[in-house]
């Protein structure tokens, strides 16, 4: 059984940075891509940041591009770099996988808060 664990949630201001991490419980390289998503109160959950794991090819949002960094280690963690942090911005990450092997299956975390004062 596939496990994602989120960390590095918090309470930040208007303009701060934060970094979350997702620890998956085998190789990250038994997925196709890892991710971050996030989902406002009362909001669809959106796509954030992702990264295909075996050549580190990276996908943004366009409300992140040249703020958000998602990025790798050689084991099995996925990083999200946040700058310039905004008060809508504040909402529960969560950290998604894509099966290599199970075409469709994907996993997710159990989310960690980002919240952003104003």
């Known amino acids: 059984q596939v496990q994602l664990v989120e960390s590095g949630g918090g309470l930040v201001q208007n303009g701060d940075s934060l970094t979350l991490s997702c620890a998956a419980s085998?190789?990250?390289?038994?997925?196709?891509?890892m991710g971050w998503y996030r989902q406002a109160p009362g909001k669809q959950r959106e796509s954030v940041a992702t990264?295909?794991?075996?050549?580190?090819?990276t996908n943004y949002a366009d409300s992140v591009k040249g703020r958000f960094t998602i990025s790798r280690d050689n084991a099995n963690t996925v990083y999200l770099q946040m700058n310039s942090l905004k008060p809508e911005e504040t909402a529960v990450y969560y950290c998604n996988a894509r099966s290599m092997s199970i075409i469709g299956r994907e996993y997710w975390g159990q989310g960690t808060q980002v919240t952003v004062s104003s």
């Open positions: 990264i295909f794991t075996r050549s580190s090819i």
């Open positions: 085998g190789s990250i390289v038994s997925f196709i891509t």
